[in-house]
């Protein structure tokens, strides 16, 4: 069994910073993309941003410039560092992980508020 577990969430203020962490333990072998995604309340849940085994990154336009995400391959570890924060990045923010076959795995979630 496969189990992501996210920490770094938080209450901050805007302008502030935030580090999410999500570690990945069990049976899963051959990691290929490493993410994070969010669900803000009555919206769909969006990617925010992915990394591949060798490092290549992808953002959303409304976090590039202020969110940096790395991973460890030995510690099947990804975060997501979170600067400049605004408001409207608040939401649940869930760790992805999908191995070469395409399955993916979903953390349970850590909520991310920024007060004006």
């Known amino acids: 069994q496969v189990q992501l577990v996210e920490s770094g969430g938080g209450l901050v203020q805007a302008g502030g910073s935030l580090r999410l962490s999500c570690a990945a333990s069990g049976s899963i072998t051959s990691i290929n993309v490493m993410g994070w995604y969010r669900q803000a309340p009555g919206k769909q849940r969006e990617l925010v941003a992915t990394?591949?085994?060798?490092?290549?990154?992808n953002y959303a336009d409304s976090v590039k410039g202020r969110f940096t995400i790395s991973r460890d391959n030995a510690k099947k570890t990804v975060s997501l560092q979170m600067n400049s924060l605004k408001p409207e990045d608040t939401a649940v923010y869930y760790c992805n992980v999908e191995n070469v076959f395409r399955v993916k795995y979903w953390g349970q979630g850590t909520q991310v508020t920024v007060s004006s």
């Open positions: 990394i591949t085994r060798i490092d290549s990154t």
